[in-house]
Structure formats: structure tokens, C-alpha cells
């Protein structure tokens, strides 16, 4: 069992219709029929929600995809329609908000992995494979791979593991031809991800992401590049054979596992609030990304 430690109640905004409640966004529909996404500051791991937010990291990701889908602008259209607050939401939702367009969803996280680790390296351990994929041997937690590789999964519900799946199951699902145009599209937006944080002393490890169509076009939707959908190393301490020093939540994990938190993850028990110090090194660390990646300073 896992999902919300404590669900929170939607707020309620005229001209809003509260359509679904994320482990970290809000989703509702304008009366335009657009979708209107408010990210919060609730922080997930090891599947479940947490007690406790972290200040700004709803503000830090929603501005961090803004910066990234202009990077990204020429590789393939995303599914932002404005920033504006719309009517009657709370003034906490500013820098947090997105108006989208209401695409038509493909069921199908789009995973691009240009280093070994994560579910990916438990697979390799076992077969030499990631999502079916063959792999040269002697490559440890945190290889460079020799290219690129597309290793989509099942999307899951709320508490539920997302399952990897292989690029023939993917097609079998969705059909050949948009199989393709995930894959190819997945690996070039990790691509120009990559080099970019490359040049910003910034190891792009994995990530992934989440497509739509709008009429006969694929649109890149959801978030794109954040902490929270992709693992960031700093390049400078990059050392293969061994778990690497990271930009995400992996201090939040890394505190839960330890004694500690008295918190056992095998155990059907809801894991227990962060201490202040962890919530301020987790923002920390979540800041630090968005300012390395914009070359802006966080405000």
C-alpha cells in the first residue's frame, strides 16, 4: 500500500471544474475547455506523497519547464497556452500555473536513459538488458551508455510502480507509426537536454516525458526537465561504480532509509514528516539546479 500520506482537498476556484489531484499537481479545466495545471510545493517518494511540502519547489519546476520548453521550442511544440492566473485563483498560484491545451494523452511514459542506473541497472544486473534492449558488459551503477536509449514504461496510478516495458509492446499499444514518433522525439529532446546541461557542469542522467496529440501532431506536455522527472549530477563529481551525488529528492530518500527517520519502506506505515534541515537541503538542492541550468539566480 502507498499514495497520499493525507490527500489534500482540492481548492475550489469559480469557473473551475477540479478535474484530478497529482502527486504533485493540481489538474483543473477552464470553462474554455483548456486545462489549467497548479503545481505544489508535495514531494514524493518511494511512491508515496509525503506529510510535508517543500517551499517553492511548485514555483522552481513550473519555471525550470518554462525555460526548458523555449530551448526546445524548434524540436517539437509543447502544450503551454498561457501563464496568466486565471480568474479567482488564489494568489499563491502565481509562477506555479500553466494553462495548457487538453491534448489526447498517450498512455506511455517516454523514459531516454543516457546513463546506467535507477530500475535501469537492476534490469542490466539481471539480463544485460534495459526494456529488452542489449547491453555491452562491464558497465556499473553510473556508466555513460555508448548512445542514447529509449526505454518507455506503463503509466501507473497514484501508489503503483510504473511498469518498463519494451519498444514492441509500446508499438503494440499505441501502434507502430507513433511509437516511432515517440521514441525519435524522446531521444531528441534528451539529446539537446543533455548538451545543454553538459555545458552547464550538469550530467542529464535520465528523464522522462509525457506526450500528447493535438489534431495529427505530437506535443510535448506535463513537465519537462525538472528535478522531479529527471536525475541531474553534477558533472565534477561523476564516478561511475557507485550511487552519484545528485539535484533531486535523493536526500529526502536518503534521509527516509536511514535510521533516523525509524521509518521501515517494507512496511505498510505512511513514512513519517522531514526534519526542517532535510526540507531546507531539499530545496536547496532543487534551486541550485534552476540556477545552473538558466544561468538566472532564484528569487
Request: overall charge negative; proline content about 7%.
Amino acid at each position: 500500500m502507498s499514495g497520499f500520506v493525507e490527500k489534500p482537498e482540492p481548492i475550489q476556484v469559480p469557473g473551475l471544474v477540479h478535474l484530478h489531484t497529482g502527486k504533485v499537481r493540481e489538474l483543473y479545466q477552464n470553462e474554455a475547455g483548456d486545462l489549467v495545471m497548479v503545481a505544489s510545493d508535495r514531494i514524493s517518494a518511494f511512491d508515496w506523497v509525503l506529510p510535508t511540502e517543500i517551499p517553492d519547489k511548485g514555483r522552481v519546476l513550473t519555471q525550470l519547464s518554462l525555460w526548458w520548453f523555449d530551448q526546445l521550442a524548434d524540436l517539437v511544440p509543447n502544450h503551454v497556452l498561457s501563464t496568466e492566473l486565471p480568474a479567482g485563483a488564489p494568489a499563491d498560484w502565481a509562477g506555479r500555473t500553466l494553462v495548457c491545451k487538453s491534448l489526447q494523452m498517450v498512455p506511455v511514459e517516454c523514459v531516454a536513459r543516457g546513463y546506467l542506473t535507477g530500475s535501469g541497472l537492476v534490469e542490466y544486473n539481471e539480463s544485460r538488458t534495459v526494456c529488452g534492449l542489449a547491453l555491452p558488459e562491464g558497465l556499473v551503477d553510473g556508466s555513460e551508455l555508448p548512445a542514447p536509449i529509449f526505454t518507455p514504461a506503463t503509466k501507473a496510478a497514484v501508489g503503483e510502480h510504473d511498469e518498463n516495458v519494451s519498444y514492441e509492446e509500446v508499438a503494440r499499444q499505441v501502434g507502430a507509426d507513433t511509437a516511432a514518433s515517440l521514441r525519435q522525439a524522446t531521444l531528441a529532446v534528451y539529446s539537446r537536454g543533455r548538451d545543454i546541461a553538459r555545458d552547464r557542469g550538469i550530467i542529464l542522467a535520465d528523464t522522462k516525458f509525457e506526450f500528447g496529440f493535438d489534431g495529427d501532431s505530437l506535443v510535448l506536455a506535463d513537465e519537462v526537465l525538472t528535478a522531479d522527472s529527471s536525475r541531474f549530477w553534477p558533472a565534477d563529481q561523476w564516478q561511475p561504480g557507485r550511487a552519484q551525488p545528485s539535484y533531486d529528492k535523493q536526500y529526502v530518500r536518503d534521509w527516509l532509509t536511514s535510521a533516523e527517520s525509524g521509518w521501515d519502506r517494507k512496511s505498510e506505515q505512511p513514512p513519517p514528516a522531514l526534519p526542517q534541515e532535510v526540507v531546507e537541503a531539499t530545496r536547496a538542492k532543487y534551486v541550485e539546479a534552476y540556477e545552473r541550468l538558466t544561468g538566472t539566480s532564484w528569487s
